[in-house]
T-cell receptor, first 112, second 112 residues
């Protein structure tokens, strides 16, 4: 019973490099989310999706893009990484509005 | 916009009760949540409360909701060292209700 799986778990990037973080859920959830967690800042919503083929901006979307081509996957892309994007990234999914959100284990990204 | 406020740190002795407080701004929130994050892990839902309830009890956990003051609290009875973690209060985003808005988290430290 995998739940929400994020890959990779750790990554170090150089400034200007690009990468994609993958989130996969096997619970057939409609809603998926990407958050970043920074010390003293809690979790801030980057982008979210309310279903396959849809995406929407959250609180801190700049510098990130997302895609939801398949219901079970939600990809977070960084086109040109910056040190300010050093953070721990969490993906989450939920079946309905108001329902419990299930979180992945996080991806620790360092941009040097 | 929506905002969720929490105190950042709480330190208690093993066996004492812990009370973690949270204030929120969106009076239309229908669900309010408490999540727990252990070191190096993702977030796990501890409990939630519907806005038409004043109190919810679940084993050692008691959630109190004061809608008039927009105040939510989590009481942990007989706190154990395994309760040491970061606790996040969260509310549903107002308009679409699709995303969770988190507080900055309260770090609970339990000493033996």
């Amino acid at each position: 019973n995998a739940g929400v799986t994020q890959t990779p778990k750790f990554r170090v990037l150089k400034t200007g490099q690009s990468m994609t973080l993958l989130c996969a859920q096997d619970m057939n959830h409609e809603y998926m989310y990407w958050y970043r967690q920074d010390p003293g800042m809690g979790l801030r919503l980057i982008h979210y999706s309310v279903g396959e083929g849809t995406t929407a901006k959250g609180e801190v979307p700049d510098g990130y893009n997302v895609s939801r081509l398949k219901k079970q996957n939600f990809l977070l892309g960084l086109e040109s990484a910056a040190p300010s994007q050093t953070s721990v990234y969490f993906c989450a999914s939920s079946p309905l509005v108001g329902a419990e959100a299930f979180f992945g284990q996080g991806t620790r990204l360092t941009v040097v | 916009g929506e905002d969720v406020e929490q105190s950042l740190f709480l330190s208690v002795r093993e066996g004492d009760s812990s009370v973690i407080n949270c204030t929120y701004t969106d009076s239309s929130s229908t669900y309010l949540y408490w999540y727990k994050q252990e070191p190096g892990a993702g977030l796990q839902l501890l409990t939630y409360i519907f806005s038409n309830m004043d109190m919810k009890q679940d084993q050692r956990l008691t959630v109190l909701l004061n809608k008039k003051d927009k105040h939510l609290s989590l009481r942990i009875a007989d706190t154990q060292t395994g309760d040491s973690a970061i606790y996040f209060c969260a509310e549903r985003e107002n308009q679409a209700g699709t995303a969770l808005i988190f507080g900055k988290g309260t770090t609970l430290s339990v000493s033996s």
